[in-house]
């Protein structure tokens, strides 16, 4: 059974830096795409990024430069955020998808099928 267990939230002040690590388990072959999602109260989950199998990355516009997702042969997967803003408050939640079609819709920050438990980061001003 596939585990993803979160990691490195906190609580830290606007400009300082984070990083989230997930710990993934329970499969011998990768996952076809994983990323990193979002979700503050009272809005809608969103995609922060995501890397496919092929180390092919995706950001939201507005985070790209600061955010930075990455992954290690020990089936970790990382989230550095940098020059953090009040406004990237948050439960973050790693997510993985073993699917064929995940491959070609791992740029799309869409859904993905396993999710882990989240971990919290708050920024304050």
């Known amino acids: 059974q596939v585990q993803l267990v979160e990691s490195g939230g906190g609580s830290v002040q606007a400009g300082g830096s984070l990083r989230l690590s997930c710990a993934a388990s329970g499969y011998r072959y990768s996952p076809n795409c994983m990323g990193w999602f979002r979700q503050a109260p009272g809005k809608e989950r969103e995609g922060v990024a995501t890397?496919?199998?092929?180390?092919?990355t995706r950001y939201a516009g507005s985070l790209k430069g600061r955010f930075t997702i990455s992954k290690d042969n020990a089936k970790t997967l990382y989230l550095q955020m940098n020059s953090l803003q009040p406004e990237d408050s948050a439960m973050y939640y790693c997510a993985a998808d073993f699917s064929a079609s995940a491959f070609w819709s791992c740029p799309n920050l869409t859904y993905l099928e396993l999710w882990g438990q989240g971990t919290l980061v708050n920024v304050s001003s």
């Open positions: 890397i496919r199998k092929d180390g092919y």
